[in-house]
């Protein structure tokens, strides 16, 4: 199995004055793989459900529709920096955003996810991805990322975006999949229409990144969540291309690119390659060994269970510290669970996590 290692700049400013207030902190730092005051903490998904002040701000309001409102985006970015003290933001949308912004006919079902009107099937359904006009399509994302710095001065903001992989997997099946059938019929049985499928996936989502960019993103996270439902050839010949070119897209805008997908300790080398600077990992693999794997030119990111949330809090305790010590044993390590908040986790304990990974990890 060879890694194709695609070159991108590392530990490199990002342009724009907007970014220079967040350039030295931790959280930014550890991304670089520099020494850093304490172990920088953020919970994918913090932004959402768990949080009571979210359900009130989105009251009678669909999910997508908050997503295009940079006053609703700005806001509920802003509460988990406020209650729980993280290190950075992540930008309050979807993966299938960018669809949206382009008249595909998605909507985001309640206690179900994403399903999509028109699944794709053959290479018609395809026309339904039309080219994207960044500045009008994605002027919303760029009023809502400007509004945010403004507000968040020294935290970094994090852009994200899903990987063609796990944004396909939905279109392919209509929505969401256990065991993702239709999508590895058609990878395997339709190799010229999966590949035309990602292709264009990649372009989009890779023009969502660079608009949260150059608009004052600090990092960016790439989202491959289903990739861990792949075997390591596979991921190689038919998705890893198609990240790769993504992450590639946004190289020389010099902010370092996280990349992350659930169940994936078989492909971490693999997702390394593709062109990341940081390596998300999920609770499966010890983070000293996910680094192992990966080699010393990363950071890792993770890896609490987010189940283990819901233990006694000195098995949580116990925990943290336990992850603290493996990431204290790799180039640079950004807290996290190993996969997002869950609608009924309690806020204060996340705060607690908080409290605990920068008291105990402080050098």
Not at 19 to 32: N, P, Q, T, V
Not at 131 to 148: K, N, T
Not at 167 to 193: D, F, Q, R
Not at 285 to 313: C, H, I, K, T
Request: aromatic content about 8%; glycine content about 10%; proline content about 8%.
């Amino acid at each position: 199995m060879t890694v194709t290692e695609v070159p991108g700049p590392r530990g490199e400013a990002a342009p724009g004055a907007s970014r220079g207030a967040a350039h030295d902190s931790d959280f930014l730092r550890a991304a670089r793989r520099e020494p850093v005051s304490h172990t920088p903490v953020w919970f994918m998904r913090q932004a959402g459900r768990a949080l009571p002040e979210y359900k009130k701000v989105r009251a009678g309001i669909p999910m997508l529709d908050s997503c295009f409102r940079p006053d609703l985006v700005t806001e509920i970015t802003l509460q988990p920096v406020r209650r729980y003290g993280v290190d950075a933001a992540v930008f309050f949308s979807d993966i299938v955003v960018p669809l949206k912004a382009i008249g595909v006919d998605v909507e985001i079902v309640p206690n179900v996810g994403p399903v999509f009107a028109n699944p794709v099937r053959d290479f018609s359904d395809l026309d339904q991805i039309r080219p994207l006009d960044a500045a009008a399509d994605f002027s919303f994302v760029a009023e809502a990322v400007g509004q945010l710095v403004g507000e968040l001065g020294a935290t970094p903001l994090i852009g994200f975006g899903g990987a063609p992989f796990t944004v396909a997997s939905y279109l392919i099946e209509g929505g969401p999949s256990k065991n993702h059938e239709k999508t590895k019929a058609m990878m395997l049985g339709e190799p010229e229409l999966f590949a035309a499928l990602l292709d264009r996936l990649a372009d989009l989502t890779a023009a969502f990144l660079r608009v949260q960019i150059e608009a004052g993103a600090s990092v960016v996270q790439l989202f491959d969540s289903w990739a861990g439902a792949l075997a390591p050839r596979d991921y190689e010949r038919y998705v890893m291309p198609h990240s790769a070119k993504v992450l590639a897209a946004v190289a020389d805008l010099g902010v370092p690119r996280i990349h992350f997908g659930v169940g994936t300790g078989e492909l971490l080398p693999l997702m390394a390659g593709a062109g990341a600077d940081v390596i998300g990992v999920d609770w499966r693999v010890p983070l000293d060994e996910a680094s192992r794997r990966v080699g010393p030119e990363y950071a890792v990111q993770g890896n609490l269970d987010p189940s283990v949330m819901f233990a006694p809090w000195p098995v949580i305790e116990t925990r943290v510290r336990e992850i603290l010590a493996e990431g204290a044993r790799t180039p640079g390590h950004i807290f996290n669970l190993g996969h997002g908040v869950t609608p009924d986790m309690d806020p204060d304990r996340l705060t607690r996590v908080v409290e605990l990974v920068h008291e105990a990890s402080a050098r």
